[in-house]
């Protein structure tokens, strides 16, 4: 009971694999995710502060690291089930912020329980940092579905998990990170030759389309 339990979940992480019941050439864990999501954040916040904009590192280090800590209790869910109908999205959030309360109440000492009650809820919100971790684990999450692709994986959902994963960093198109990510950092992950290049060059140009930001971060032809 206590602390202890808590320790011993942080290994249980390692145990639940994203995207489960789809082929994939690489599995990736919660932990793992968690760990890159952390240092995506790390380098997003940085071209934020470098832009002139003020970053609590605190903050941002918490949300990140603890982002998925719940789907312990639930394990993961596939981003397009979990998208397509915001009913079950808010449900869904419901359950695992009812579990973590649970959880803290019964396995940490009380002097502690406020403090990762704040640890340990939705991190991402309207604040910048809440912002960077929606960016950021977006990021993380188009890494992964392009890797998959990359590599020929023939599953369709990892076009789609692209797909959401783009458009929803573009919803935060004003953010100076993002910019960043979107003229820097995107057409290098284009380049190159891979299985389905030509198919997600045009999906990411679409998308950029729709977000009307297609001129100012058009990708190399």
């Known amino acids: 009971m206590g602390i202890h339990e808590y320790f011993k979940s942080l290994s249980d992480l390692e145990k639940i694999y994203r995207c489960p019941g789809k082929f994939k050439y690489e599995e990736h864990s919660v932990a793992e995710h968690s760990f890159k999501v952390t240092k995506v954040a790390q380098f997003l916040g940085t071209v934020e502060e470098n832009r002139g904009n003020k970053v609590n590192w605190k903050a941002l280090y918490e949300k990140a690291l603890n982002h998925d800590y719940a789907e312990i209790f639930i394990g993961d869910i596939k981003t397009p089930v979990k998208y397509a109908d915001p009913d079950l999205r808010d449900r869904l959030a419901h ?3 009812s579990m973590t309360q649970h959880f803290i109440q019964q396995e940490f000492p009380e002097e502690f329980q ?3 009650h704040e ?3 939705e ?3 309207d604040t910048l940092e809440g912002k960077i971790l929606s960016v950021a684990d ?3 999450l188009l ?3 392009f890797g998959e692709i ?3 994986n023939p599953e369709s959902l990892f076009t789609e998990i692209y797909q959401e994963s783009l458009d929803t960093i573009l919803k935060f198109k004003e953010m100076a990170s993002v910019q960043y990510f979107l003229t820097e950092i995107l057409p290098d992950l284009l380049k190159g030759e891979f299985t389905n290049q030509a198919e997600l060059e045009k999906i ?3 998308i950029l389309k729709n977000h009307e930001v297609e001129q100012t971060f058009a990708i190399d032809e």
């Open 204 to 206: 990411s140009r679409a």
């Open 143 to 145: 890494y992964e579905s």
């Open 95 to 97: 359950v695992e912020e």
């Open 119 to 121: 640890r340990l809820k």
């Open 138 to 140: 977006k990021v993380d």
């Open 150 to 152: 990359q590599k020929g």
């Open 114 to 116: 406020s403090i990762y």
């Open 123 to 125: 991190g991402k919100d």
